[in-house]
């Protein structure tokens, strides 16, 4: 299991009391799996996202990603984890304009520690993955919303992520073109082996999900609507 969430209670300080942003969540997402998750503004879910980040330790429970337990882990081992085995793709793709999108992909790499060595090859072969292999050399200005969008993703690839979470990255495009990034999120976590969650206010693609789960009032539980 690749991703595992036990437990987890998250509080923020609101005046003299305490706010919660998580109430005991328990997830567990297989390599391969892709599980959505849903819920009005404000439920949790951007919490959900950092804590399995490990941008945000928990107040109580475990985080545990492919196979290591975050709990005790130092800031410089947690930010080592995350260059190394958590991709994450952005809300918005925040490409850096002067950057090809074969560059944006290794810019990543050197970020992971990666050798120089082979990073070309390995953007490219992302890039096509995605679907842009003719448009490796072009710079963000060069480049529609979806396909701005299909570098994010790559770009969250180039270190061979064990764990993939998805910030709604079909926010800022239209239905026809969040089909197609959410049906190759869902392809790429099957040949890639990710285990990958998917925050999503859009209902209409969660036939992309095998698992869909709705936070409410900081609670997770199952929702229907997952693909069997």
């Known amino acids: 299991m690749s991703l595992e969430l036990t437990d987890v209670t998250l509080t923020y300080p609101d005046g003299e ?20 998750v849903i819920g009005p503004s404000g ?31 130092g800031r410089a081992e947690l930010t080592a984890l995350r260059r190394t085995t958590i991709g994450t793709v952005f809300q918005q793709p925040n490409l850096l304009p002067s950057l ?8 990543m790499a050197h970020l992971g520690g990666r050798p120089p060595r082979g990073t ?11 679907g842009l292999a003719e448009l490796a050399d072009r710079r963000p200005h060069q480049l529609s919303g979806g396909q701005r969008q299909r570098v994010n993703i790559a770009r969250a690839l ?8 998805v910030d709604e990255p079909t926010s800022a495009l239209d239905h ?16 890639r082996a990710t285990a990958t969650v998917l925050v999503t206010h859009d209902p209409a693609h969660l036939d992309a999900a095998d698992e869909v789960a709705e936070v409410r009032d900081g609670r997770l539980r199952p929702h229907r609507g997952a693909r069997r």
Do not use: F, Y
């Not at 009391?17 to 959505?36: F, H, I, Y």
């Not at 070309?120 to 995605?130: G, I, K, N, Q």
């Not at 180039?158 to 979470?165: K, S």
């Not at 073109?177 to 959410?182: F, K």
């Open 17 to 36: 009391a305490r706010l919660t942003a998580l109430d005991r969540v328990s997830l567990t997402v297989p390599a391969g799996g892709l599980t959505a």
């Open 43 to 73: 439920s949790g879910k951007s919490s959900l996202l950092a804590v399995a980040a490990t941008l945000i330790r928990p107040d109580h429970g475990r985080v545990v990603i492919d196979g290591t337990d975050t709990a005790g882990r």
């Open 100 to 107: 090809t999108a074969a560059e944006q992909l290794q810019v």
């Open 120 to 130: 070309r090859s390995r953007a490219r072969e992302l890039l096509a993955a995605v």
């Open 158 to 165: 180039m270190n061979e992520p064990a764990v993939l979470l």
């Open 176 to 191: 026809e073109r969040g089909a197609e990034v959410l049906a190759l999120l869902r392809t790429l976590t099957k040949e």
